[in-house]
């Protein structure tokens, strides 16, 4: 028979779990997982930045458990302890005891909860680490009855942890908070007209709990378009009063500093130089612009070291991408360590060296984008971004580096071509060329990519006024790779001009001219595609599919995948027009998955312009208004539909007069929107795997044979008068 517990008093001031004072909102997932873990578990600890919300999820967490604890759930609140010495004593207070004994403290804790099924929660634990740590180790050894629930920046590292790193809140979630605490206070109510400045709001605030709630103090006497309009001054601004409250809690940036402050040394300096990081870093990028003199890679003062410390602290994130290993910081975490870095006096230092590494990383990536490495490098651009656009900034804020502004905007030619990032690459060069710079060949090299850029948008004003600037520019400074590649991207602007006699003439001598510089790169590749595109819209089928058969195999010999999908557009076009559709086809979907995987808007939408001809032409006109309704939702995100071009239209043209034909109009318009209502990877898959197949129909059920009780028997239907009604006929 179970022993019964002597009654113990749950007094709020001595250890009870206190009421909660407003509602709680959200989290529900993270408690399931959390009560999940205290049933697996002895020691669970709850880890996360400041003001993440840690104290109130754990105790929420401890109410909801606590039937399962016969003997009590008992808070510690360790915050303001600062002598270690005193931390049994702290612990006997929560648990209520009273011991005027010689007993040592410990072995009066340990003595009291041998016997007992209490769950004793630990907070704000992390300047105490090691002492609360071997406290904790030695009761869960005498007390099997015992579970923990920790709260701290970083873990206890006991035996049997298990960790739970308390996220910020989710965009609705943090909505939901927001606009709870701001209706307690200021009778706030949302509504359309600010919803979306609420949802900025908490987005900028990180779905942070504290800072959404000192926001919506905020609101007793400012708008919510006032607060966002301030967050620039966060720290500042979002100060809180309530008498009662933890002291760390009153401010955000006390909530912050709390974990700065019981950072080492290293940790800060280490914190302050990160916060150069516009989004997330890799190890190689930290240890580049941060090391030092004062962080030595091969000692223990490393940076590889200090990040796993500031990792278990919650001050970085590590994050698993396609990328490989990753971390960051919180918007609210690094503007704290930026103050610091001003405050030290080197933040014009890191940035530079922020600016260098990315300013060497572009440049790899796109020597390695002509390689088997394609798609990592669109991978890790794609990861790096945040970063490569603060690089940008600050190069383009310093009129003595505005040179390398433009040279990274022009490097990133690829990433704004092949990765559907024409708009973005569009504000970068036109930012850059603002200027004139120092370095002529930079800014060459930023022309003929904005001309690219802006002849795949359909400009053709703009690309024709960059590339003369740059042809004339190279042909000045005796630039003989910036005149390659604007006589190209001329050729280029004239296919899709329809002036296909100059465009074949252009594209000729800018291949001349890239042999006679040795230059071998996707950009070759696609004159070579384009020129093949243009004879082929001469007529010339034959010397078309012979200049993408070979570009195919320099693709094979590279590696090179994103200028394969534009020849095997052209040799799909070649086949379609020679009445070889399942050749066609297969060319097409091949295609299709390739643009789709590097995000390459232009690919994808012409692969489906094409794919709705074959589809007509193979019998199925129903499913072609679909792809051509599908095509029409992605042409506003790329530019001109189809280049404004009559020959590229011919086939979509072509397609929609003859499913118009076979359909009718109101058919056609009703498939048509059924395309156009698809999101863009559901169109790529409908164009992959085709039309979905309707559920098959369940059989109708049989009648019972037997008669119940009552009812008439069951007569079956002649075979005959079936077949009539299934409108079959009888010989």
């Given at each position: ?92 207070e929560a648990l209520g005891l009273t011991d005027h004994s010689g007993k ?359 690309a024709l006024a960059a590339l003369q600037e740059c042809r004339d520019g ?258």
């Amino acid at each position: 028979m179970r022993r019964t517990s002597p009654p113990v008093s749950h007094s709020p001031a001595h250890g009870g779990l206190p009421a909660e004072l407003n509602r709680f909102v959200g989290r529900r997932a993270e408690l399931l997982e959390l009560g999940r873990l205290l049933e697996e578990a002895r020691l669970v600890t709850v880890t996360g930045v400041g003001g993440v919300g840690k104290t109130r999820f754990a105790l929420r967490a401890a109410c909801e458990a606590q039937e399962r604890y016969c003997d009590g759930v008992r808070l510690a609140e360790l915050s303001a302890l600062t002598d270690p010495g005193l931390l049994e004593h702290a612990l006997a207070e929560a648990l209520g005891l009273t011991d005027h004994s010689g007993k040592p403290p410990r072995a009066v804790l340990a003595e009291h909860l041998a016997g007992r099924r209490t769950l004793l929660v630990l907070d704000g634990f992390e300047h105490l680490v090691d002492a609360v740590a071997g406290l904790t180790r030695e009761l869960l050894r005498r007390a099997p009855g015992l579970t923990v629930l920790a709260t701290g920046r970083l873990p206890l590292c006991v035996d049997g942890e298990q960790t739970f790193a308390l996220p910020p809140m989710p965009g609705p979630e943090a909505v939901r908070l927001f606009t709870d605490r701001a209706a307690g206070r200021s009778g706030f109510r949302l509504t359309g007209a600010d919803s979306d400045a609420v949802h900025e709001l908490c987005r900028r605030l990180d779905g942070i709990p504290l800072a959404l709630e000192l926001a919506a103090g905020r609101l007793t006497a400012l708008s919510v378009e006032q607060v966002l309009d301030r967050l620039d001054h966060r720290f500042r601004l979002l100060t809180g009063s309530a008498r009662g409250s933890l002291p760390r809690h009153q401010t955000l940036r006390t909530a912050i500093g709390w974990s700065h402050e019981l950072c080492t040394p290293e940790q800060r300096l280490l914190w302050a130089r990160l916060s150069v990081f516009a989004g997330p870093f890799d190890l190689e990028a930290a240890e580049y612009v941060c090391g030092g003199p004062e962080l030595l890679d091969d000692s223990v003062l490393g940076v590889l070291d200090l990040i796993t410390d500031l990792i278990a602290q919650s001050v970085l994130i590590r994050e698993d991408s396609a990328a490989g290993v990753r971390y960051r910081m919180l918007d609210t975490v690094r503007e704290y360590g930026a103050e610091w870095l001003v405050a030290m006096g080197d933040a014009e230092r890191v940035h530079r060296r922020h600016r260098d590494w990315y300013l060497g990383l572009a440049t790899w990536c796109e020597l390695d984008w002509f390689s088997p490495r394609q798609a990592d490098v669109a991978a890790r651009v794609d990861s790096e971004l945040p970063n490569l656009r603060r690089a940008m900034e600050y190069s383009l804020e310093h009129p003595q580096d505005v040179h390398l502004g433009q040279y990274l905007a022009g490097t990133l030619w690829f990433y704004w071509v092949g990765c559907g990032r024409l708009a973005e690459g569009r504000h970068w060069l036109d930012h850059a060329l603002e200027p004139e710079g120092e370095h002529e060949a930079h800014r060459l090299k930023a022309l003929w990519v904005l001309g690219y850029v802006a002849v795949l948008q359909g400009d053709a004003i703009g690309a024709l006024a960059a590339l003369q600037e740059c042809r004339d520019g190279a042909e000045l400074s005796a630039n003989a790779s910036a005149a390659a590649y604007a006589v190209h991207r001329s050729g280029c602007l004239a296919l899709v001009s329809d002036d296909m006699a100059r465009a074949e003439e252009l594209l000729r001598e800018a291949l001349t001219r890239y042999e006679e510089i040795g230059e071998l790169n996707s950009n070759v590749l696609m004159a070579r595609i384009e020129l093949a595109m243009a004879v082929a819209f001469r007529g010339d089928l034959a010397q078309a599919v012979a200049i993408c058969e070979e570009v195919t195999e320099v693709c094979e010999d590279h590696g090179e995948r994103w200028a394969l999908a534009y020849a095997l557009y052209v040799l799909a076009y070649a086949a379609h027009t020679d009445g070889r559709l399942d050749r066609s086809r297969d060319l097409l979907l091949e295609c299709l998955a390739i643009d789709h995987a590097f995000h390459d808007l232009l690919g994808v939408v012409l692969a489906l312009e094409l794919l709705a001809l074959v589809t007509l032409d193979a019998g199925d006109p129903a499913e072609a208004a679909v792809l051509q309704g599908a095509a029409e939702r992605i042409w506003p995100s790329v530019g001109l539909p189809l280049f404004g071009s009559a020959y590229y239209n011919a086939p979509h043209a072509l397609c929609e007069r003859k499913a118009r034909e076979r359909l009718g109009d109101g058919r056609y318009e009703s498939f048509r929107c059924e395309g156009a209502s698809l999101s863009l990877d559901a169109a790529v898959v409908r164009a992959l795997e085709g039309p979905p197949r309707p559920a098959p129909v369940p059989p109708r059920p049989r009648a019972a044979t037997t008669t119940a009780r009552g009812a008439a028997p069951h007569t079956r239907e002649p075979a005959a008068s079936r077949s009539v009604r299934n409108g079959e006929t009888t010989g």
